[in-house]
């Protein structure tokens, strides 16, 4: 069976041939041809990227969960195996995630005859755009899971440590988008026309006041706006503008009432300027709970393998679809070091492979110990 240098050796392959949000294919390909040589069953699902594989036997299963896709980033990384994809890096350390759980479907293979219950590998693709867990979910083939495993690696943490807590980790994550339409007109002649710089001044103001004006202070959200646009000289007034940013917040309600304020925001405007506000408001990927009991159990799996293990202050308000995991079946999501200099998302991020000696204990120790409680 394969030990520490296999799964780095698979680590530096996908990190070499990274593959971006729908695109998996080669990715895809790699891990059947891996999982195939251990004879590991691949699921026959209608995937166009990403697969479940299948260990063990009887009516209990456990689901453990890897992301596969990269992102659109040149790598600033000077490695032997550094990304070969122009315009592609696994700088999520998604290469580190499939390594370490076609590991742990080895190491459950090894004991396949032991296994009290079926553990079905989550290979999943589109993560980076928030509905690859969604699209495994549809497949059916989780209905009636035990419980859903996953992780992520964090830079921040060094080898050794890990961070986990009950409820909220991550947060939702929402994308707004303000199109208004006025009329242009010359810059000394504003009378003739309808003025949408004016109303983005108070379209600003106004969506920048929802969380400290309509969140309660005890409730968390952020909104945050990341481009805004209008005109393309300095002597007429524009006839169109445009605002985008994000929301991030923790609690279904919450968000809601965020949606519906900047829909207001949205329709009071325009009819208070006698113009047109076209207001849209996507849900990109809801927060991610953890299940009280699966935390518990992690806690105690994680120093049973050796971790160093803390208890999160708060969570987190990053996005993350294992969000369509944890709002349909119970779910636990830990953070374990991965001891980067740089951060998630950075061209320059390197994480520790030493990572991969313990994570695949992790994750057959877990599913062992939800077999046992059966």
Avoid at 308 to 334: N, Q, R
Wanted: glycine share 6%.
């Amino acid at each position: 069976m394969p030990n520490f240098d296999d799964y780095v050796e698979w680590r530096r392959h996908f990190h070499q041939y990274p593959e971006v949000s729908k695109n998996e294919y080669e990715t895809t390909k790699k891990l059947k041809e891996i999982l195939t040589a251990y004879d590991i069953k691949v699921l026959d699902l209608p995937l166009e990227t990403g697969l479940i594989a299948e260990v063990g036997q009887g009516d209990d299963f456990v689901a453990v969960r890897t992301d596969i896709d990269a992102l659109p980033i040149n790598e600033q990384v000077d490695h032997a195996f550094k990304s070969t994809n122009e315009g592609a890096m696994h700088a999520c350390g998604h290469d580190i995630h499939m390594a370490s759980i076609l590991a742990v479907a080895t190491k459950l293979k090894e004991i396949e005859a032991d296994l009290k219950g079926r553990v079905r590998l989550l290979f999943q693709p589109a993560e980076e755009v928030g509905f690859g867990a969604l699209s495994l979910v549809d497949t059916g083939a989780l209905e009636g899971v035990k419980a859903v495993l996953g992780y992520h690696n964090f830079p921040t943490l060094n080898i050794g440590e890990f961070m986990v807590k009950s409820g909220p980790v991550t947060s939702s994550v929402d994308r707004f988008e303000f199109k208004i339409k006025g009329k242009g007109a010359h810059a000394a002649k504003p009378e003739q026309g309808n003025d949408t710089v004016i109303v983005l001044g108070q379209l600003i103001n106004s969506i920048q006041s929802i969380v400290s004006r309509n969140i309660a202070a005890f409730d968390n959200a952020v909104v945050t706006i990341g481009e805004v646009s209008s005109g393309n000289t300095w002597n007429v007034i524009a006839d169109e503008a445009y605002v985008q940013g994000t929301v991030r917040s923790f609690d279904q309600t919450v968000r809601q009432k965020i949606e519906d304020r900047m829909k207001q925001i949205g329709d009071g405007l325009a009819q208070a300027f006698d113009l047109e506000i076209e207001t849209l408001y996507h849900r990109v990927t809801a927060a991610v709970s953890n299940d009280t009991k699966l935390t518990n159990d992690a806690v105690e799996v994680a120093k049973e393998v050796g971790y160093d293990v803390s208890i999160m202050d708060e969570p987190l308000t990053i996005g993350e679809d294992f969000s369509g995991y944890s709002t349909h079946y119970p779910s636990v999501f830990a953070f374990i070091g991965s001891n980067s200099d740089y951060d998630l998302h950075h061209p320059k991020f390197d994480p520790d492979e030493r990572i991969l000696e313990t994570v695949p204990d992790y994750f057959v120790t877990f599913v062992n110990k939800l077999f046992d409680e059966s």
